[in-house]
C-alpha cells in the first residue's frame, strides 16, 4: 500500500494569513484528491488533479500536482475562520481504492 | 435522500458483541465503499463493491469484519465479537461507478466499552 504524508499536521493562523498544506509519497498515484472535513461530519471532495504539474483554483485555494505525480499542495490565500477544518489529501490506487494522508488541522482565528 | 445515509450515526456497545452499521448510497451508484477514521488517523480503506460484488476485501482489518450490498444499493458492514480497538467512525462512500468522485456520508461513530 503506498502512503501519503501530509504537513503540517496542525496549523493555527490569523484571519488573513496564507498557508500551504503539503501531501508526500514516494509512489505515483494516477489522481489526487484534496477533501475538507467538518466535525461530525463526512468528507466533502474540494478537487481531483490528474495531470502532473496540474494547478487548479478555487476561490481562493489553489491546488498543484507534482510533475511526477507524487506529491500535491493546497495553498489558501487570506484565510477566513470558514476555512477551518480538517484537510485531507487522498491518492488513487489502483481498483479505484483511495488512500489517505492523516489530514491536516487547520483553525483559523479572527 | 440526496446524500448517502448513515445509521446508525452513534453506537456504543459492549466488548464482545456484534455490531452491524448500515449505508444508505446515492440512488443509481454503483459503486460503494468503506472506510475507517481512528482519532487523529486519515481514512483507513475497508472494503468497496461494484454493484453487489466486493472485488477487493484486503482492507478489512480481521475476519471478524464482513460487509454484503444487496440489490445494488444497501450495504451493510458487521463487526463480530467487538474489541476496544474497533472504536472509530466509520464511513461509507458512494460513487456513479468506479473512478468516479466519492460522496461520502457523515459517519457512524462506534465506542466500545
Known amino acids: 500500500t503506498q502512503l501519503l504524508e501530509q504537513s503540517p499536521q496542525f496549523l493555527s493562523i490569523q484571519e488573513g494569513e496564507n498557508l500551504t498544506v503539503y501531501c508526500n509519497s514516494s509512489s505515483v498515484f494516477s489522481s489526487l484528491q484534496w477533501y475538507r472535513q467538518e466535525p461530525g461530519e463526512g468528507p466533502v471532495l474540494l478537487v481531483t488533479?490528474?495531470?502532473?504539474?496540474e494547478v487548479k483554483k478555487l476561490k481562493r485555494l489553489t491546488f498543484q500536482f507534482g510533475d511526477a505525480r507524487k506529491d500535491s499542495s493546497l495553498h489558501i490565500t487570506a484565510a477566513q475562520p470558514g476555512d477551518t477544518g480538517l484537510y485531507l489529501c487522498?491518492?488513487?490506487?489502483?481498483?479505484?481504492?483511495?488512500?489517505f494522508g492523516a489530514g491536516t488541522i487547520l483553525r483559523v482565528k479572527s | 435522500g440526496a446524500g448517502v445515509s448513515q445509521s446508525p450515526s452513534n453506537k456504543v456497545t459492549e466488548k464482545g458483541k456484534d455490531v452491524e452499521l448500515r449505508c444508505d448510497p446515492i440512488?443509481?451508484?454503483?459503486?460503494l465503499y468503506w472506510y475507517r477514521q481512528s482519532l487523529g488517523q486519515g481514512l483507513e480503506f475497508l472494503i468497496y463493491?461494484?454493484?453487489?460484488?466486493?472485488?477487493?476485501k484486503s482492507g478489512l482489518p480481521s475476519d471478524r469484519f464482513s460487509a454484503e450490498r444487496t440489490g445494488g444499493s444497501v450495504s451493510t458492514l458487521t463487526i463480530q465479537r467487538t474489541q476496544q480497538e474497533d472504536s472509530a467512525v466509520y464511513l461509507c462512500?458512494?460513487?456513479?461507478?468506479?473512478?468516479?468522485?466519492?460522496?461520502f456520508g457523515d459517519g457512524t461513530r462506534l465506542s466500545i466499552l
Open positions: 488533479v490528474v495531470t502532473g504539474g
Open positions: 463493491f461494484q454493484g453487489n460484488s466486493a472485488p477487493d
Open positions: 487522498a491518492g488513487e490506487e489502483g481498483g479505484n481504492k483511495l488512500v
Open positions: 462512500a458512494s460513487s456513479w461507478v468506479i473512478n468516479q468522485p466519492q460522496h
Open positions: 440512488s443509481g451508484h454503483t459503486a
